[in-house]
């Protein structure tokens, strides 16, 4: 098995118990410092990640170069954006749409690889993103309580288009951060993505700082006095992201956050079988279309 597929599974299991812990802090933080702990907090946790890998490979730190920033500040920013985008939907009466065009993530993962990087999907590759991404469409329109005649009616309203570009800031993201890996030219993978993580996490860390301190320095205060949960959430997110990370330099980002969408497996097997919600038709659907699309990625692509 191609190591890229269980590093994925793993950092989508990680990321449910990230989104898991920061939900414990939306009581006590705006969404904005909710989301800036999974930077600040998790920050560390990557510079130890990357100081043991030098001391037990006895490899140097790759040298930047100005693509290499390049790609790490569009990619930093990107993910930020998409976050600020998705939190923005709230405020509007129909989110639900928003957050469900959202998900075309993976097909926009897709296409940036194909401009930026020259990815080209297979036909069972591009088979299988379209068919878990109705499955996604599919789950989200169970839970939002969505028709489809909603769903494509409102593809002109400012919450579909935030969703749009909150998938847009995600793919590319993704599709950044492999770039950012890939321009440091070595041969091997994990210090190449270590460094990228660490590298984009200060940037974000940065941004996100002054953010905060100009307009909700209350919040900013507010991350600190809420340490251990916001270092559970920095922890999780970290070894998440160095999941992510590792899996998209070795292979292409479309693939690594298609495959990525277990989480929402994850997700519906908690509820499930753990709180005994009950599921409606649609959303099994979904989750059999999510399934299949995952199995057809690992044997077609």
């Known amino acids: 098995m191609p190591l890229w597929i269980p590093l994925t599974i793993a950092a989508a299991f990680l990321q449910n118990m990230r989104s898991t812990l920061q939900k414990q802090l939306t009581g006590e933080l705006s969404a904005v410092a909710a989301t800036y702990v999974r930077f600040a907090f998790g920050l560390p946790i990557a510079v130890v990640y990357l100081w043991s890998l030098v001391a037990i490979t006895g490899h140097e730190l790759p040298a930047p170069n ?12 990107g993910q930020i954006w998409g976050t600020a985008l998705l939190v923005g939907l709230f405020a509007y009466r129909n989110f639900a749409v928003g957050t469900t065009y959202s998900k075309t993530e993976t097909v926009q993962a897709a296409l940036f690889g194909v401009i930026v990087l020259g990815d080209r ?3 069972g590759a591009t088979a299988a993103i379209l068919v878990s991404l109705a499955g996604v469409i599919a789950i989200s329109m169970a839970k939002s309580h969505l028709t489809l005649a909603n769903f494509l009616r409102t593809l002109s309203d400012r919450a579909t288009l935030m969703g749009i570009g909150s998938g847009a800031g995600f793919g590319i993201a993704a599709v950044a951060y492999r770039a950012a890996s890939l321009s440091l030219g070595r041969s091997d993978f994990l210090i190449p993505a270590g460094f990228t993580l660490v590298t984009v996490l200060v940037i974000q860390t940065i941004v996100m700082t002054i953010w905060l301190g100009w307009r909700e320095p209350a919040q900013l205060a507010g991350t600190m006095r809420n340490w251990k949960v916001s270092s559970g959430v920095g922890i999780a997110g970290s070894l998440a992201s160095i999941g992510w990370f590792t899996a998209m330099t070795i292979e292409n980002a479309a693939y690594v956050r298609a495959l990525g969408q277990i989480e929402l ?3 519906f097997a908690s509820s499930h079988f753990l709180f005994r919600e009950k599921t409606a038709r649609l959303e099994l659907a979904g989750i059999a279309l999510v ?3 995952l199995l057809l990625l690992l044997f077609l692509r």
């Not at 100005?66 to 920013?77: A, D, M, P, R, S």
């Open 265 to 267: 497996v994850f997700t």
């Open 66 to 77: 100005w693509t290499f920033l390049f790609y790490c500040i569009v990619g930093g920013l």
């Open 291 to 293: 399934i299949g699309g």
């Open 121 to 123: 999907p297979s036909l």
